[in-house]
Each structure stands twice: as C-alpha cells, then as structure tokens.
Nanobody, 114 residues
Framework: QMQVVESGGGLVQPGGSLSLSCSVSGGYFSILFMGWYRQAPGKQRELVAGISRSATTKYSDSVKGRFTISRDNAKNTVYLQMNSLKPEDTAVYYC????????WGQGTQVTVSS
C-alpha cells in the first residue's frame, strides 16, 4: 500500500511563502499522477495542484500563479512551493495520487495569519 508523509507546514503572515514536501513509499511513484490537496475547517477536501510523471502540471483557479508543484521521481518526493499566501489558504495540506487513493497521510497544517 502507498504511504505518504507530508511536511513543511507552519504559521506564516499574509504575503509570505512556505514550501511543502511529500515523501511517498509503497507505490509506483514514478508512474503516478500526484496531487496536493487541502481541507479547510468546515469545507470539503479539494485538489489544488497536480503533476504527471512527465511534469505536466495543473492548478485550481484559487492558487494558479501563486503555487508551484514539482516532483523528484528519483527521491519519490513531490513538492509544493506556495507564494503570496492568503488567509484563505489556511488548511491542512495532503498529498495523494490523482485521483486519490484511500491512503491518506496525516497532512501538514498551513496557517496564514497576521
């Protein structure tokens, strides 16, 4: 079964940046379309960025131009660089395949607040 461990979250002021990492094991990482998801309090989990094994990317409208997803197939790791953060970006961030498997990690909390 696939296992993921997300890291890099924290508290940041509006306009700041954070970089998230996700280490993946137990799956065929190099052939997976991977995604970063987030879930804010009281809201459904949503896909915010995805990347194919050949590094084709897609983004939700809410983060386009501010977030950048990337991957290192040799390290089985996917990254999310988040710039120009807004309070509405506050959420727990998860990575998973796209479409998602049933194997979710613990996520990493991102809080954007002054």
């Amino acid at each position: 079964q696939m296992q993921v461990v997300e890291s890099g979250g924290g508290l940041v002021q509006p306009g700041g940046s954070l970089s998230l990492s996700c280490s993946v094991s137990g799956g065929y990482f190099s052939i997976l379309f991977m995604g970063w998801y987030r879930q804010a309090p009281g809201k459904q989990r949503e896909l915010v960025a995805g990347i194919s094994r050949s590094a084709t990317t897609k983004y939700s409208d809410s983060v386009k131009g501010r977030f950048t997803i990337s991957r290192d197939n040799a390290k089985n790791t996917v990254y999310l660089q988040m710039n120009s953060l807004k309070p509405e970006d506050t959420a727990v961030y998860y990575c998973n395949s796209d479409p998602p498997s049933k194997y979710w990690g613990q996520g990493t909390q991102v809080t954007v607040s002054s």
